[in-house]
């Protein structure tokens, strides 16, 4: 992965694209980022568009030569498209690979087999957690909806009780571990180390899921108590298929790149020599591009020919899932050119100046900013870019551990209180055939949880390590 390195980051800073003063630059962000809110939310226009001309006014009223936001813009675009636009793509491929050779419906129906009735919202959440690690939360709604569906008109539960603890699995993923857009970007702009956020983010992710999932779903069960819709079950994906891959083989490999980078970070810190052959080794082997390559060449295998796929069917799976995440990629980027026009415009600078004599933990500092962005922006994604430049330069003395940890405190602000300016919030509102009143009661409290524990666990792993 393409990493912006701290020195790079400060040497931006150092020389920053314009020479205006913290009121003015104060003012540059402020208005930057309410031009975004409006066009997203008011206007409802595409956040990529919105990200474009939200970078322009920043860099305009801090007084940067139209040429230079530009090409600030335009650097931003083209590094984190380099960082991270492979790696969603493979993620995307596996993904879609996972679902259509029914690999997902065969993890979802052996745990849902083994479970009993109060045991059946932890297998939802664990069900989440196991399906969502390579794909994105949208598509893990999709695929997860008819289990959640069928398991609560079969077991006559709560459909709240089930679907609390699959989506708060499908979401911690989202905002806290790589592969997902969000925290490769974050880990990108602060030059944290893959690894150990990856190994932290699950450290994290699970308490956090399991209290804003089965725990909190005893809640949302009581306060919204709702049937299954009957007409927005959908077909599932295996339903038409001969045969699917074992449920055994299904997990190890999407578990693959997930071991891969963790080893790479256990040699990382057991050896410590850059110059150790064997750390070498697994310095590539480890790598976010081999690691999901790797899955996706043996998931052809594994999951593809196991489900009876032709050559040209998996060659079509593959095209298939690239064309969705056209427009992830274009926010993504738009957002990472938005994240630069900050740093260069001196702002990273500005606020590091500024905070360095407030009484604040820097991890609730960032925390904070990717919260106050995901409210107004509506989008977890623009959150975590945007609030990453923001206090990237905060990183540079950092310790790896606490690098890694601020951008699981990013991550755990952009899921806070999802509204109605979220794209999520309408998903979940129609699946669960809910009105808005209901959605903010069970969905957007469980976002604010996801979010709260989140933190307080970053929180708590900064004292101790």
């Not at 050119?337 to 500005?350: E, R, S």
């Not at 904070?368 to 959150?383: E, H, M, N, Q």
């Amino acid at each position: 992965m393409t990493h912006l390195s701290v020195e790079m980051l400060a040497a931006d800073a150092a020389e920053p694209i314009t020479s205006a003063g913290h009121a003015q630059l104060g003012i540059a962000v402020l208005a930057g980022i309410a031009v975004i809110v409006l066009l997203i939310s008011k206007f409802k226009l595409h956040a990529f568009l919105s990200l474009i001309i939200g970078s322009l006014v920043l860099g305009a009223i801090a007084g940067a030569p139209l040429d230079k936001a530009i090409a600030s813009f335009s650097t931003g675009l083209g590094t984190t498209v380099a960082g991270t636009g492979v790696l969603i793509a493979l993620g995307a491929v596996l993904g879609k690979l996972l679902a259509d050779s029914g690999g997902a419906d065969q993890i979802v129906d052996t745990i849902l087999a083994k479970a009993g009735g109060r045991a059946m919202p932890w297998a939802m959440v664990l069900i989440a957690g196991i399906v969502g690690l390579p794909i994105f939360f949208e598509v893990g709604i999709v695929l997860l909806i008819p289990v959640v569906l069928l398991v609560a008109k079969r077991g006559n539960f709560s459909l709240m009780r089930i679907g609390i603890p699959a989506l708060a699995g499908l979401s911690v993923m989202h905002g806290l571990i790589p592969p997902h857009p969000g925290p490769l970007v974050a880990i990108d702009a602060v030059g944290a180390n893959l690894g150990i956020t990856l190994a932290l983010g699950v450290v994290v992710a699970i308490p956090t899921a399991i209290i804003a999932g089965p725990v909190f779903s005893r809640y949302a069960a009581r306060w919204v108590d709702i049937q299954p819709p009957e007409k927005l079950v959908p077909e599932r994906a295996s339903d038409d298929l001969e045969k699917r891959p074992g449920f055994g083989i299904t997990v190890a490999t999407v578990l693959l790149p997930v071991v891969m980078m963790l080893a790479k970070a256990l040699v990382d810190i057991v050896i410590d020599d850059p110059e150790n052959a064997t750390q070498r080794v697994f310095d590539v082997v480890g790598s976010p591009l081999i690691a999901l390559l790797t899955a996706v060449i043996v998931a052809m295998f594994t999951l593809g020919r196991a489900a009876g796929f032709t050559k040209g069917r998996i060659a079509t799976t593959v095209e298939k899932s690239l064309g969705p995440i056209a427009g992830v990629l274009l926010i993504v980027g738009a957002g990472g050119g938005f994240k630069q026009t900050l740093v260069d415009a001196g702002v990273g600078q500005m606020i590091l100046e500024i905070s360095k004599d407030w009484n604040i933990s820097t991890l609730l500092l960032a925390w904070l900013i990717a919260v106050a962005i995901r409210l107004a922006t509506g989008s977890a994604t623009v959150a975590t870019i945007s609030a990453a430049g923001l206090v990237a330069p905060l990183a540079a003395d950092m310790s790896p551990t606490h690098g890694a940890l601020l951008v699981l405190a990013i991550g755990s602000g952009s899921l806070f209180f999802s509204h109605v300016n979220d794209a999520g919030f309408w998903m979940v509102k129609e699946y669960f055939g809910m009105n808005v009143g209901q959605t903010l009661k069970t969905w957007s409290v469980m976002e604010t949880l996801i979010s709260v524990v989140g933190i307080g666990c970053v929180l708590l792993l900064s004292l101790v390590l």
